[in-house]
């Protein structure tokens, strides 16, 4: 996936001999990625997505930027010679746009540790800021490698951490946030029980497993009954530890998920010494 995404990083740097000037995001990840790399004044707007302290790690830099709401018609008034979009979301604002002659590039979501650094250089030949860009997914990969678990101990050896979410979703090591939970020194437990890719898990396998850390959101204001799974009596005779993460640590798949593999980690130690 490497390979593709920095392929279409370089075919979107050829076609541009200039760096863009007005650019907008549409999307609260490459809302992120945009402010990480932009030039002073190369960024107009960002998505208000920004600025949710539940779902960005970079509230306090959103405050410096205007933000739209991801509709054409606002996008068009920006008169942005390039827009920045998730693979995803915006749909009709990105036909729209590019059928009003406006350079659009879409970034697809972040699904293994790899795609962070594929995304950030990609991000960079997008806004001709590749020295920059090159710098962050160098330090990226060079904190991953001082922690990496190929020097804590083979995978059949670690703990077992189990995420568990909304109507009992729990991931997989095959998706970003395992591989966040691997590099960390555990391994997962939908995995152990046949869901590499993650999906639902009955409360009772959860209780009958026993994982050695269960990782769950910080709760929120409000109230769904998607989330009654997370309160349920039973969780109390569960014996390993447990970690509050929200998912703005890692949804994004931005490079501040080295925070999260690190705080993972962290607590891998403090169990291990218990």
């Given at each position: 996936m490497?390979?593709?995404?920095l392929?279409?990083?370089a075919g979107f740097a050829g076609e541009s001999a200039t760096a863009p000037a007005r650019v907008v995001s549409v999307n609260l990840c490459t809302d992120q990625l945009a402010m990480m790399l932009a030039a002073p004044g190369q960024l107009v707007?960002?998505?208000a997505y920004s600025r949710d302290p539940n779902s960005s790690v970079m509230v306090a830099e959103a405050e410096s930027y205007p933000v739209n709401h991801g509709q054409a018609e606002e996008i068009y008034l920006l008169n942005p010679d390039l827009v920045v979009a998730g693979q995803y979301t915006a749909r009709?604002?990105?036909?729209?746009l590019r059928r009003l002659g406006i350079e659009v590039v879409e970034f697809a979501p972040a699904r293994s540790l790899d795609d962070i650094e594929a995304n950030v250089l990609k991000m960079?030949?997008?806004?001709?800021?590749e020295e920059e860009a090159r710098e962050i997914a160098d330090d990226f990969a060079r904190r991953l490698s001082d922690i990496s678990p190929a020097q804590i101990r083979p995978t059949e050896e670690r703990p077992t951490a189990a995420t568990y979410a909304a109507n009992g979703y729990s991931?997989?090591?095959?998706s970003?946030?395992?591989?966040?939970?691997d590099a960390a020194g555990f391994h997962t437990l939908a995995t152990e029980l046949g869901l590499p890719h993650g999906g639902f898990l009955p409360l009772e396998a959860l209780i009958m497993a026993d994982p050695d850390l269960v990782i769950s959101g910080r709760g929120q204001a409000g109230y769904a009954r998607a989330e009654e799974v997370l309160h349920h009596p039973a969780l109390t005779q569960l014996t390993g530890?447990?970690?509050?993460?929200?998912d703005r640590d890692w949804v994004c798949g931005l490079p501040a998920v080295i925070g999260a593999v690190e705080r993972l980690r962290e607590e891998r130690e403090r169990l291990e010494t218990q």
């Open positions: 490497t390979v593709a995404l392929s279409g990083a707007s960002i998505t009709a604002t990105v036909s729209m960079g030949a997008a806004l001709g800021r991931t997989g090591a095959e970003l946030a395992g591989e966040i939970i530890g447990h970690m509050a993460m929200q």
